[in-house]
């Protein structure tokens, strides 16, 4: 099966710029959505294709995908950004087709 | 606006079945693929089904045979019947939709329904 690898948790200052890694082997040949989730919400879509936003989503949240390691970056982070991310993918060789990473705690200091 | 509204979690025992729903609204049904995906508490997301727009199936190794998606494109519903049910398989449901083909995108997600199966 194919395994998406995140950082538990990131901590970062306001204002200054977070990255969240997602690791998984050639991951830059697939396509990578990222997903945030608050405490007791349902996880929104803020990157999806490596790198688009959806309507709505900041300019601050952006992403990219490369090798073995895609990256969800969040510049001049506010204390409304504290949440759980998570990568995902699509891979037909896995028993669970759509691949979900374990999750990334930021929290802004 | 895009809206997914989960019902029929609650609690049931170990062994025991339950059905869940999902009335979809504002957009055409018929032309989505849809998902459920769980959560246990304080743990990450797991893609638990899918249905495409052919009626066409897919489930991880770890609930097939237990569990059936269906969707009633009539009534923009989907359903996810869950027979068989073990401790294991408590968390949050969530009801979302895919996008076809194999980008695996999961766009827009309900806000989800419990289930707690013990005894």
């Given amino acids: ?109 | 606006e895009v809206q997914l509204v989960e019902s029929g979690g609650g609690l049931v025992q170990p062994g025991g079945s339950l059905r869940l729903s999902c009335a979809a609204s504002g957009f055409t049904f018929s032309s989505y693929d849809m998902h459920w995906v769980r959560q246990a508490t304080g743990k990450g997301l797991e893609w638990v089904s899918a249905i495409g727009t052919a009626g066409d199936t897919y489930y991880p190794g770890s609930v097939k045979g237990r569990f059936t998606i269906s969707r009633e494109n009539a009534k923009n519903s989907l359903y996810l019947q869950m027979n068989s049910l073990r401790a294991g398989d408590t968390a949050v449901y969530y009801c979302a939709r895919g996008e076809g083909g194999s980008s695996g995108l999961i766009d827009y997600w309900g806000q989800g329904t419990l289930v707690t199966v013990s005894s």
């Fill in chain 1, 1 to 109: 099966s194919y395994v998406l690898t995140q950082p538990p948790s990131v901590s970062v200052a306001p204002g200054k710029t977070a990255r969240i890694t997602c690791g998984g082997n050639n991951i830059g040949s697939k396509s990578v959505h990222w997903y945030q989730q608050k405490p007791g919400q349902a996880p929104v879509l803020v990157i999806y294709y490596d790198s688009d936003r959806p309507s709505g989503i900041p300019e601050r949240f952006s992403g990219s995908n490369s090798g073995n390691t895609a990256t969800l970056t969040i510049s001049r982070v506010e204390a409304g950004d504290e949440a759980d991310y998570y990568c995902q993918v699509w891979d037909s060789s896995s028993d669970h087709l759509w691949v979900f990473g374990g999750g990334t705690k930021l929290t802004v200091l």
